[in-house]
């Protein structure tokens, strides 16, 4: 394969995605509501499966107010947010989506779904929802997740994703289909085996392709209404297909010589397409792994029966969600992923920026500190707001990374 058809391929896969992701965003769900179809919103990932086997366009909320935060005019929303009584430290990407809620932005839905995970500030972003005036006659369903990972409470929170999936049905009026449930069951296991796939031809030196690639991946094949799509499970092969012939031919990031390579253990932050590509541009630093990039991996859905379908959807959610696995899980969990995929992706250094909103994790930052060290990773935390670059530039971010290599001894 010549290096113009490579980079054909890549360009194709990148406009068929960028018209894919159009389903999760705002303006998709206002096109929606202004059809006057039947739409539901939900505070997180909430079991794609089922909705996609019921034919429901839904959407999340605090997707809304990730993507916001990438708009000219996030900075004067994120104000607006703390003049509504939205505390200063509560993480500004649900702030953001709880101005969208009271302002208007989002049309009313047909139904909300919303629950205690996988953070503080998207629980109060529910808790906003559900008592938010004007969707007060909104039928709502509300899942309590346990925070212990054992088979007893897989099975117990998937038969609340099973109760959730029957409020679903009373408003529709109609039946989910189990056959359909099973098909894009199965073609959702194909998917995530794809994109664990993708993580495992990164791991190669130098690696093929950039991290924008991985977020995308998860965006198409983990969120919104196209989940066991086979239209996704094509274009995942093509990308794994053309991601291969790369490792084959020994080809790292063009226009890229590869350095360093790290992870940025944590959500991404709006500066970070500039940030991650001045690194790699000005020090060959290239991101490896965060929670957009997960490849898994993923618990296979077991479509043998109806219980171990949902039970099934129960293990992804708790399990392996990067984000619910860590903020509700134990500190090992996090430790042992990070340990993991710093061996596994070949990796040189950590760094895990330490968003302000994230209250629920910051207890175990030091723990982790201290098993990176113990273990000769080296590993740099830094404070900054994922949403808000008032609080810490990209730039200034930059500078600390830049010091932290020196530091360690990754830049000669």
């Not at 916001?68 to 929303?77: E, I, K, R």
């Not at 995530?192 to 190669?204: D, N, T, W």
């Not at 995308?216 to 990308?239: F, K, M």
Request: net charge negative; aromatic share 10%.
């Amino acid at each position: 394969m010549d290096t113009d058809n490579n980079k054909n391929i890549f360009d194709q896969l990148n406009k068929e995605c960028n018209e894919y992701s159009k389903a999760i965003f705002l303006e998709s769900c206002v096109e929606v509501a202004k059809n006057g179809e039947q739409f539901g919103l939900t505070t997180e990932d909430c079991f794609p499966e089922v909705h996609c086997a019921l034919g429901l366009p839904y959407y999340s909320i605090a997707v809304f107010g990730g993507v916001m935060s990438q708009m000219p005019q996030a900075f004067d929303l994120i104000d607006k947010s703390k003049e509504m009584g939205v505390g200063s430290m509560t993480c500004s990407g649900p702030k953001l989506a709880m101005y969208m809620v009271e302002s208007g932005m989002i049309p009313k839905p047909n139904m909300i779904i919303t629950g205690n995970q996988p953070c503080d500030a998207i629980s109060a972003l529910g808790d906003l929802v559900n008592s938010y005036k004007p969707w007060a006659d909104v039928p709502k369903f509300y899942m309590s997740a346990p925070h212990d990972k054992s088979e007893e409470s897989y099975v117990f929170y998937g038969k609340q994703m099973r109760a959730a999936a029957a409020f679903l049905e009373d408003i529709l009026g109609r039946k989910l289909d189990m056959n359909k449930l099973k098909q894009i069951s199965e073609e959702a296991n194909k998917q995530c085996q794809l994109m664990l796939e993708l993580q495992v031809l990164k791991s190669a030196v130098p690696t093929p392709i950039d991290w924008t690639w991985g977020r995308s991946a998860t965006r198409i094949a983990r969120w919104g209404s196209r989940v066991g799509s086979p239209v996704v499970t094509e274009w995942l092969e093509r990308l794994v297909a053309a991601t291969e012939q790369r490792v084959k031919e020994k080809k790292g990031i063009d226009g890229i010589t590869e350095k360093i390579r790290f992870m940025w253990y944590d959500m991404v932050p709006t500066s970070s397409e500039k940030l991650f590509s001045r690194l790699a541009n000005e020090l060959g630093a290239v991101e490896l792994m965060d929670y957009y990039n997960w490849g898994g991996p993923w618990t296979p859905i077991d479509t043998s029966s109806e219980e171990a379908m949902f039970t099934s959807f129960a293990k992804r959610y708790l399990k392996d969600t990067p984000m619910v696995k860590h903020a509700m899980g134990t500190v090992q969990s996090f430790t042992d992923d990070i340990t993991r995929l710093y061996k596994e992706l070949k990796c040189d250094a950590v760094v895990l920026g330490l968003n302000i909103g994230h209250k629920e994790q910051n207890a175990m930052y030091r723990v982790i500190e201290d098993i990176c060290r113990e273990r000769g990773i080296p590993i740099q935390m830094i404070g900054c707001d994922l949403w808000d670059e008032r609080y810490m530039t990209g730039d200034q971010i930059f500078d600390k990374i830049q010091m932290f290599f020196e530091v360690s001894g990754l830049i000669k």
